[in-house]
């Protein structure tokens, strides 16, 4: 997925790009707002920034903050229990995870294996859940968690179930993540409450990425009804002190539920199923639209 703008939408051009840092695949994954995240983050002058994911699923655009320093601190929330038990192995497990990740061979017999891990959902065991979870990330159709492996079952397919499953290049990411653990605070509760754990910190960035109101498919959990986007819109404007960005589908409700704020399109190519180009909403806090509109952010 690329950023991308015309001249009518928010121009996410930024500074820097950054190649792909984390070692989930998700569809969507907005690891390409990294630069212009870097920019505003600096805009904004924060002091020893910790940069917040209340809806982390891979945190593309966190990982890339933290490893090239333009934040000091990430939390990585989600209440996806395999989401959650990824993250957890991946800072207090890191190294039999890359092991795991080394080793496992890449077979549909595997494969078969480490679903039945992740429907069995024991997270009191958060090595083999988080494996499990990574290991579908990796293998399964597009990264859909409910698809069937890459090259199907009989992997008469063109690519083959290891195509995405480079492992020294996931061994590098997860040791890039393992390293700056202690710089990476996990959880797992309802994204509402990080926000107001963090909103009200004036060197917090909180990049919040819900689900969405026309969630398709099942790239990750998607429970979300119009009451919990309504719940989310009423908590984050709660802060209009706070340095926030919420990201959505363009749809009138989530317009309607903003409405008052920095509401902006934005244009990002998808290349989970095919290059389509759709348009998104981005909203701003007060702070982050000020910075934007003066071009410090050199978002335009
Ligand atoms: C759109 S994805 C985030 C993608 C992420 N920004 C990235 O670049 O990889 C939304 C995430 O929110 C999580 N989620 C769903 N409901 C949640 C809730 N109530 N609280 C916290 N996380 C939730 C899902 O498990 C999913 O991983």
Redesign the pocket.
Known sequence: MNAAHTDTLLQVRAARRYGTL?P?R?P????SLAGFFADVIEALDLTDPTYV?????????GVALLVEGHVDRLVV????PA?HSFWVAATEHCEALCALVADKPLTVEEWRRQKAVYRAADDTDPLALGFAFFYLNRTNRSGILNAGPIGGVNQTGNYKIDARFNRPELVRRLEAIGERAHRITVSN????SIVQEHASDPNAFL?I????LAAGGS??????THR?HADLAATVRAYPHGNWVVTYDDAPYIRRLYEGEAVQSYALYYSAHRAVRSTELAVLSPSVSGVVATGHADAG
């Open positions: 984390s989930l998700y969507g994954g907005k690891a994911e209340p809806y982390a699923g891979g945190a593309g655009a929330n989600d209440f996806d989401v509760k309802d994204g509402r990049y990425d819900p689900p969405y790239l990750y959990l998607n429970a979300f919990d």
